[in-house]
């Protein structure tokens, strides 16, 4: 059974930062593309950063230089540090894979997503 499992999340004040993770199972995700997304109450959801099996990185602008994405494939665990954070990015983050690795910004190209975590940044 393949699984998806973010933590991490949390209620910290602006400025501060947060490690989110995602642990994952049932297959091996070292060739796939892996996105954090999120969203916020009453919005869309929304591309936050990618990362494809060769470790090159893609972010939105709202997040670009703050936020960082990384793997560790032996770990088959993916990783979004945030740092200066704004209120906001308050929202329930979601990690996805893509299995054909197209490490894009739409929602629709990945085939496997976790439960979310809550991160919530007070001013």
């Known amino acids: 059974q393949v699984q998806l499992v973010e933590s991490g999340g949390g209620l910290v004040q602006a400025g501060e930062s947060l490690r989110l993770s995602c642990a994952a199972s049932g297959r091996t995700f070292s060739s796939d593309a892996m996105g954090w997304f999120r969203q916020a109450p009453g919005k869309e959801r929304e591309f936050v950063a990618a990362?494809?099996?060769?470790?090159?990185?893609y972010y939105s602008d709202s997040v670009k230089g703050r936020f960082t994405i990384s793997r560790d494939n032996a770990k088959n665990t993916l990783y979004l540090q945030m740092n200066s954070l704004k209120p906001e990015d308050t929202a329930v983050y979601y990690c996805?894979?893509?299995?054909?690795?197209?490490?894009?910004?739409?929602?629709?190209?990945?085939?496997?997503w976790g439960q979310g975590t809550q991160v919530t940044v007070s001013s």
């Open positions: 996805a894979a893509d299995p054909l690795g197209r490490r894009g910004s739409k929602w629709q190209l990945y085939e496997y």
């Open positions: 990362i494809a099996f060769n470790n090159s990185t």
